[in-house]
């Protein structure tokens, strides 16, 4: 994917983009066939999560929701602990409602797992948000504020594209985590990739049905 990804860029009128990651991430948005989309990979001792959705509006009307992070614990775990299609049973974390400090740029993320590692658990995610509409690209980028018994690194990107010749943009999201040895060796990942790749296509869907309320 990724080879057929810089072939497509020698000809792609991405290289608009100043940055050759952004045009990278872009076409491979525009390749994703069927949104929201999500995938989940080991890469080395950590997780790579990747997140794509398309939103049918021009992106200047998406921002003030985009940027409204204040309102973010309303909506963005909406459903998040109920499994997709209908499936029964429970995800390994189950995730508490978020409470953003804006004053400090910081999102708590409470959590507890539900069959190890008993006990109510919590981190903080510093972010910074460059969602004006005036950027060359719109983004949301976090990281974790100090490591964690189990999260040891954590950080993520959003990045909103404008389609050419649409009135629509993409979301996509990368991110990245080191977790206990544990958990990266002993825990099979199909329960892993289940339980972050519903998730983030949940959050997608969320954030496509905020922008167009």
Same mark, same amino acid.
């Given at each position: 994917? /990724? @080879?057929?990804?810089? @072939?497509? +860029?020698? /000809?792609?009128?991405? /290289? $608009? /983009?100043?940055? #050759? $990651?952004?045009?990278?991430? !872009?076409?491979?948005?525009?390749?994703?066939?069927?949104? #929201? !989309?999500?995938? +989940?990979?080991?890469?080395g001792r950590s997780y790579r999560l990747l997140g794509i959705a398309k939103v049918e509006m021009p992106l200047e009307k998406a921002l003030p929701a985009i940027r409204d992070i204040a309102s973010y614990p309303d909506w963005t775990w909406e459903r998040i602990n109920k499994r997709r299609g209908g499936k029964s049973g429970r995800y390994l974390v189950h995730l508490e409602p978020l409470k953003v400090e804006l004053e400090k740029n910081l999102i708590h993320v409470r959590y507890h797992l539900n069959r190890f590692f008993k006990g109510k658990r919590h981190f @903080? &995610?510093? !972010?910074?948000?460059? +969602?004006? @509409?005036?950027?060359?690209?719109?983004?949301?980028? &976090?990281?974790?504020?100090? #490591?964690?018994?189990?999260?040891?690194?954590l950080s993520g990107e959003i990045r909103f594209y404008p389609i050419e010749g649409e009135d629509a943009f993409y979301i996509h999201f990368v991110g990245r985590t080191k977790v206990h040895w544990a958990i990266y060796y002993l825990i099979p990942l199909r329960f892993v990739r289940v339980d972050a790749e519903e998730r983030v296509l949940t959050v997608l869907e969320n954030a496509v049905r905020r922008v167009n309320r």
């Open positions: 994917m /990724f @080879g057929l990804l810089l @072939g497509l +860029l020698s /000809f792609s009128s991405t /290289f $608009a /983009f100043e940055s #050759p $990651a952004d045009a990278l991430r !872009y076409e491979e948005a525009r390749l994703t066939k069927k949104t #929201p !989309y999500a995938r +989940l990979i080991k890469d @903080g &995610m510093r !972010y910074i948000a460059a +969602l004006t @509409g005036e950027e060359e690209v719109s983004t949301l980028a &976090m990281t974790i504020r100090k #490591p964690t018994k189990l999260v040891k690194e």
